[in-house]
């Protein structure tokens, strides 16, 4: 399974802008330059995560980015459906006949309680988590 690299940077600028102190934001530039990647891009993907209510935006020239006020609850799986949308990883394909179609597809079973087990594991990973480890392994 491969998230897309939209993905990994929305990750780590959230661990990132956990690290930062409340009610300080950081701008998109510094935000890219520490993952070296485009302002444009990140901007698109920061988008992404205001529109999910995990960042907040402050326009101005001493404007920019902040983790939403509940920044403790935030998990990966947030951030991941956020970024990649909540579609499925697997869907059946089976090519036989409608009869055969009628049957539950016992491979999307087996995936789907594999991609449920995953997207557990990533809801009880929370941001904030991560951020502390980081912090701690800095000082």
Known sequence: MKYSKATNYALHTMVFLTTVEKGRSTGVDVLAKKQDVSPTYLSKILTKLV???????????????????????ISFLDVIHA???QTVMFRCSSEHDDAEQSHDCLIEQAMT???DRLKKELSETYIAEIAMKMTAVKE
Request: hydrophobic fraction near 30%; charged fraction near 20%; aromatic fraction near 6%.
């Open 51 to 73: 529109k999910a209510g995990l960042v907040d935006s402050t326009p101005g020239a001493n404007g920019g980015y902040s983790v939403a006020q509940y920044r403790k609850n």
């Open 83 to 85: 970024i990649e949308g």
């Open 113 to 115: 309680n594999a991609e």
